[in-house]
């Protein structure tokens, strides 16, 4: 192998890479459609037949957009990294230049969302930071341990 040449893509890498492919288009239609609010999705008859008050039931529609932004980033952050697009053979420059495009695409969201005019609250900035903040230390712990001696 020489020195410019990059290492084998394995099933792992082609696996994230297949879920990174479907999970953006997706997550940008959600980002980007005006109007659209998954919290209108949840089952509220079944929750209240569980016997959950509609208080409950309330305040989880108004935040549920905070565990959207946290998952989606966190599972972009893994997605990313695993698919080995970036710095495929320098584990850490991977996992930190992942971190890198999750956060601009999570800064370019909010200013498309501006002028499409959905509604633009800056933090959501801090909950999309918040996931890729656990997945990079998820992905460091894993790394360290993973590594011989």
Request: proline share 4%.
């Amino acid at each position: 192998m020489s020195r410019y040449s990059q290492p084998k893509t394995g099933l792992r890498a082609w696996t994230a890479r297949v879920l990174l492919g479907l999970l953006t288009p997706l997550a940008a239609f959600v980002a980007f459609t005006p109007g659209l609010n998954l919290a209108h999705y949840t089952p509220n008859k079944t929750m209240r037949g569980l016997g959950i008050s509609y208080e409950y039931i309330l305040a989880y529609e108004q935040h549920f957009h905070i565990g959207v932004h946290i998952l989606v980033a966190f599972v972009l952050t893994i997605l990313i990294s695993g698919s080995r697009l970036f710095c495929s053979r320098y584990p850490t420059a991977r996992i930190l230049c992942s971190a890198g495009t999750v956060l601009v695409m999570a800064v370019a969201a909010e200013f498309v969302q501006a002028k499409i005019g959905r509604n633009v609250e800056y933090q959501d900035l801090l909950f999309g930071i918040s996931g890729i903040a656990v997945a990079v230390a998820i992905l460091l712990v894993l790394r360290r341990h993973s590594e011989p001696g």
